[in-house]
């Protein structure tokens, strides 16, 4: 008899939403307006936020993975063999993807490239550890590592990867609205470029973990294009490129993926 309900993979995104909008609103909230905390330590906050998908998971996961221990599933998310030729392919694409608009725009605008970049607040070596410590590694163990094969299971590889994309957009709605200048229609062309640029990035990801189906890549795609664009200092025009970029980089990994997969079911059927 089949189950009615809400399927407990949306129920997981629920609880991630919910612990991230909680946590910003009233951890960062208190911080900042209450405490006033230093800068840095604002930083720490924000990562421990970024976190929440990775708690959601931890919280749920003995309904979301019966059986299986936690161990088991992080030994499963890393134990595939890392495919370099791949990561280092779309290493090039998410980072080039992040500085072509820039160039457009330098070469548009008659701008020096180095009038888009801002020197980091931080110690280079600080500033790689916040990167690291805040989406890559507190948000992939859920996004990638579980629901991305729940998605794909249930709605197939196509429908599964730009459903996470939007997922992974919205998640972020809240930071849309308190940790960005955009009002208006700047704001609207600001939301829309967020979720086409993330859903980007989800199908370049979803890619390369089909053929390496190891969470490290994530991982490091994650902090390539974080590390990157926290050197960035842009209008709403960079967006608006940003966007188109990223549809073609990510509709380009996606028309190669269903083009292989069409040459394995041909050369299976002959």
Known sequence: MKKSGMHVMWKYVMVAYG?????VLAIGGTASMV???????????????????????????????????ITEFYRKAFGPKLRFDWLFF??????????????????????ALTSFFRPSAYALPLTFVLSLLSGPTGEESGWRGYLRVELNKHYGFVKGSLLLGVVWAFWHAVL??????????????????NVIVMTGLTLIMNVVLERSD?????????????????????????????????????GGFLAYHLRSESRVMGAAEA
């Open 35 to 69: 405490l006033e905390v230093s800068p840095l330590t604002m930083r720490w906050i924000a990562n421990l936020c970024a976190w929440s998908p990775t708690f959601a998971l931890l919280l749920m996961f003995p309904r979301l993975r019966p059986g299986m221990t």
């Open 214 to 250: 190891n969470l490290f890549n994530a991982i490091w795609l994650h902090l390539c294009f974080n590390f990157l664009y926290g050197f960035l200092v842009v209008g709403i025009d960079f967006y608006v490129v940003l966007s188109i970029v990223y549809a073609v980089i990510g």
């Open 176 to 193: 849309w609205f308190i940790d960005s200048d955009f009002q208006g229609l700047a704001l609207i062309t600001y939301i829309v470029a």
């Open 19 to 23: 612990l991230f909008w909680i946590m």
């Open 90 to 111: 779309s290493t090039i694409a998410v980072m080039g993807g992040v500085l072509l608009p820039v160039w457009i725009l330098a070469v548009a605008e008659g701008q």
